[in-house]
């Protein structure tokens, strides 16, 4: 069983700027897709970014297009580390933050692709 860690989150004003963290129990977590998800209270769980094993190739959803970036460090034969920088953040970005990690053969960026999941971390923006 996979382990994921969010840290970061917090109280922002709109305008700010804030970078999420994802750990995982495992070193082969550099093998792992990523994804980042949101959930607004009363709302569904939405995608926010995705990030493949290498980092080389990303994706995000419209909303956030443009003011958050997904990165991920592999650093060989230690633990590796997801992040989500947000910047210009709006009060509508208000949510439950979480990582999901997507194990190969990687099945894609929707939230039933994905294999494991964090416990998530709170994100409020204020007007």
């Known amino acids: 069983q996979v382990q994921l860690v969010e840290s970061g989150g917090g109280l922002v004003q709109a305008g700010g700027s804030l970078r999420l963290s994802c750990a995982a129990s495992?070193?082969?977590?550099?093998?792992?897709?990523v994804g980042w998800f949101r959930q607004a209270p009363g709302k569904e769980r939405d995608f926010v970014a995705h990030?493949?094993?290498?980092?080389?190739?990303?994706?995000?959803?419209d909303s956030v297009k443009g003011r958050f970036t997904i990165s991920r460090d592999n650093v060989k034969n230690t633990v590796s580390m997801v992040y989500l920088q947000m910047n210009s953040l709006k009060p509508e970005d208000t949510a439950v933050y979480y990582c999901?990690?997507?194990?190969?053969?990687?099945?894609?960026?929707?939230?039933?692709?994905?294999?494991?999941w964090g416990k998530g971390t709170l994100v409020t923006v204020s007007s």
């Open positions: 999901a990690a997507d194990l190969p053969p990687y099945n894609g960026y929707r939230v039933n692709d994905m294999d494991y």
């Open positions: 990030i493949n094993w290498s980092g080389g190739s990303t994706y995000y959803a």
């Open positions: 495992t070193r082969t977590f550099s093998t792992y897709a």
